[in-house]
């Protein structure tokens, strides 16, 4: 079986890393797997690393129609068994349209819960044999969109339970970024952009402040909020204690050496930051939205709080940050969730059987 896999992303963000996983996956399965992305791109490189057969192609984004046609020669020449397509990014509609020209079957992985426009979704996913969702809450969206279920599956994400264990060591973390005595780190690792609610985190701060004044914030990601936030954090004279760390390739070296870590999304497909703060024994509090109530088992290894909502957010916050045995327990149920429902093993075979299952109704 040879498998074309498509990653238009330009950063090693979640969906990214989830499809190298995938490949390490599929190779050690015996399925002959190629990478097709763009040439400047970070996984790219991750990839080149690895030992993956990767095609590059230039790729200019959502309005790059040229790119069906490039890409469709391409797969008419080599004539995979499958491609599956990973990313959005003009991806899900070019792509699909390359693999219908070409004549190869064709299967999309949906990451994320942004909106569809509604007649360009209904297009996209015609052409599709097979729409995989990462979690319940896209699927339902899918189902919406008019996706039927003959098409729809379910796979999770995945998460390297073992790459989330620390290699730097609790001084080096506390040092890199300036803790002191009994600071307590509490991180949100996400990009900065609106739905991802960092600013309702910043309106919850001074009342986590005023209730554990060790608190202390890092904000890891870049993007387009990012001025935005800085300002929100001047004006509400919050500078003490908030850092903004910026993207960190290296995050599963030091995540596990934090106490807290807060994901204020107002959407979320699934979340992999929960997933590797919980495979690290983090602690998570965060959202009901989308699918991080899937990706976070409510209880056992967070807390949840209503979207937009900081004064429950700080609540929520100060109530774990106050117990320390509170912490250790949800930090323990964060990995047995993880290991039960989030296993790499489980998302590539999980792949693995939407394939073959795709394959046999195509030959036959």
Known sequence: MHVVHL?????????????LYLLAGLDAAGVRNTLVCPPDSAIRRA?????????????????????S???????AVHKPDLLH???????????????????VPAMLSRRVDNPEVPLLGRIKYRMYQRVVAISNDIEMQLRTAGVPDSKLR????????????????????????????????????????????????????PSVLGTCPQARLILFGQGAEEARLLDQVRQAGLSESVRFAGFRADIRSF???????????????????????????????????????EAVAEGVSGVLVPPQDSPALAAAITAVLSDPDERARLGAGGRAHVAQDFSVPSMVSGNLKVY?????QVHH
């Not at 990653?7 to 499809?19: D, I, K, P, S, W």
């Open 154 to 205: 379910l796979v999770h994400s995945a998460v390297d339970a073992a790459a989330c264990q620390p290699d730097w060591t609790r001084e080096q973390f506390r040092t890199a970024f300036d803790l002191q005595g009994d600071e307590l780190a509490i991180i949100c690792v996400a990009q900065l952009i609106t739905r991802k609610g960092q600013q309702f985190l910043l309106d919850a701060w």
């Open 255 to 293: 995540l596990g050496h934090a106490d807290l870590l807060v994901h204020p999304a107002l959407r979320e497909g699934l979340g992999i930051c929960l997933l590797e703060a919980q495979a690290a024994g983090l602690p998570v509090v965060a959202t009901r939205a989308g699918g991080i109530p």
């Open 47 to 67: 990839a080149d690393n690895a030992g993956v057969n990767v095609h590059t192609i230039p790729m200019a984004g959502d309005l790059d129609v040229g790119f």
């Open 85 to 103: 397509v990973h990313s959005r990014r003009g991806a899900d509609m070019w792509g699909g349209l390359a693999a219908r020209r070409a004549g």
């Open 7 to 19: 990653e238009t992303g330009r950063n090693l963000y979640g969906g990214a890393q989830q499809v």
């Open 356 to 360: 073959e299952a795709l394959l046999s």
């Open 69 to 75: 046609r490039r890409f469709g020669q391409w797969l």
